[in-house]
């Protein structure tokens, strides 16, 4: 492995492989490290990805959209039309929704492989280890960078060391794929008994659906209310993962002197429905561009920071603050059902797809 680069990029996930990829475009020297064996296993997320269009609408500050999510039909596993929210007492309401579902293994090495192709060298089985100046130790050796790119997730040690917060509330998730047929509508279920604090999903893909639950704590342990999940509904589960998902919103900083932090270590999640492979993507873009601007033109570090507020911030920031509403309500599976009720199925589109920041297209208003 190279014992100097200009941007080491830590976490070759969905941010981390963007980054290294846009910044390896304008010719810079870029080493993406990652601490697993083979990109991209494991992983615990929904492996949904909206389409363009509903990104377009969700994030319509957000440059980059038609670059980053041209939809290969390679890496899809099922083209979704629509979701079925469904309260505590079983009341479904359903609303269009157009997107895809993935296999994230094969997303995520399809993303580092572009960043290979970019002229980015990619480094398995690396673990950041610290960090002083410019010298990075790794388990495979020291490398000095000029800039690190901290995409290492939630419980990001690139920022801890970089002195930088790390997202103040983590929601424990887990899923697993369950084998079958389960058409092209995703499925969310709410209530105490299913996912306190959070939901439970059901996610077709092709002969399987990745099927699994995030909650706010205090709750049950994950893998105690995915097995009463699977049991309700008769499935049998594989592929077992569990992980957290930031969900307070982003950090107060996302530079410190010559480290950037983007995806999950930056917070930069939906928190409204945990979702973050989008937002990583569009952020790990500007945080490679930002690197290449300030190595190759001498502009500052924190336009990276003034870049992606100005692409998201709003809409990170309302996702959060609606998460936290959200909280009192689920406090009572009453409450739910109530709320649920009261905003019908183009409110409940509006808060989970968008935060609770209207988008301009809305699916009719039905029940399933």
Not at 233 to 249: I, L, N, T
Not at 281 to 286: A, D, T, V
Request: include cysteine; glycine fraction near 12%.
């Amino acid at each position: 492995m190279q014992d100097r680069c200009d941007l080491l990029v830590v976490g070759a996930g969905p941010a981390g492989s963007t980054a290294a990829r846009y910044a390896a475009e304008t010719g810079l020297d870029v080493l993406l490290i990652d601490r697993k064996k083979e990109i991209g296993t494991p992983v615990c997320c929904g492996e949904f990805n909206a389409s363009p269009a509903v990104l377009a609408e969700a994030l319509p500050n957000a440059p980059g959209l038609d670059e980053l999510f041209p939809v290969d039909p390679g890496q899809v596993r099922r083209a979704i039309r629509g979701m079925i929210a469904v309260s505590p007492q079983g009341r479904e309401y359903g609303f269009d929704l157009d997107g895809y579902t993935v296999d994230r293994d094969a997303f995520d090495r399809h993303l580092a492989d572009a960043a290979v192709r970019a002229g980015a060298a990619l480094a398995p089985e690396t673990t950041f280890l610290g960090r002083e100046g410019r010298r990075v130790r790794t388990s495979r050796g020291d490398v000095e960078a000029r800039i690190v790119i901290a995409a290492d997730g939630p419980l990001s040690r690139v920022c801890r060391f970089a002195g930088m917060e790390r997202s103040a509330v983590l929601a424990p998730a887990i899923t697993c794929r369950v084998d079958g047929e389960f058409g092209d509508r995703l499925r969310i279920f709410f209530g105490s008994r299913v996912a306190p604090g959070g939901y439970a999903w059901i996610f077709p893909k092709r002969g399987c659906a990745n099927v699994g639950l995030g909650v706010q704590r205090p709750a049950p342990p994950v893998p105690v209310l995915l097995r009463a999940f699977l049991s309700q509904h008769g499935f049998a589960a594989r592929d077992v993962q569990a992980g957290f998902v930031p969900v307070s919103g982003p950090i107060q900083t996302t530079v410190r002197g010559n480290v950037l932090a983007v995806g999950d270590a930056a917070g930069q999640v939906v928190a409204s429905n945990g979702g973050g492979i989008a937002t990583a993507m569009i952020c790990g873009r500007l945080a490679g561009l930002a690197t290449a601007r300030h190595l190759l033109a001498g502009e500052p570090l924190e336009a990276y920071e003034r870049a992606w507020r100005s692409a998201m911030g709003r809409e990170l920031l309302a996702a959060a603050g609606t998460k936290r509403m959200a909280d009192r309500v689920f406090a009572s599976d009453l409450l739910i059902e109530q709320a649920m009720r009261m905003l019908g199925a183009r409110g409940i589109r509006n808060v989970i797809v968008y935060g609770g920041v209207r988008g301009p297209g809305h699916g009719p208003d039905r029940k399933s």
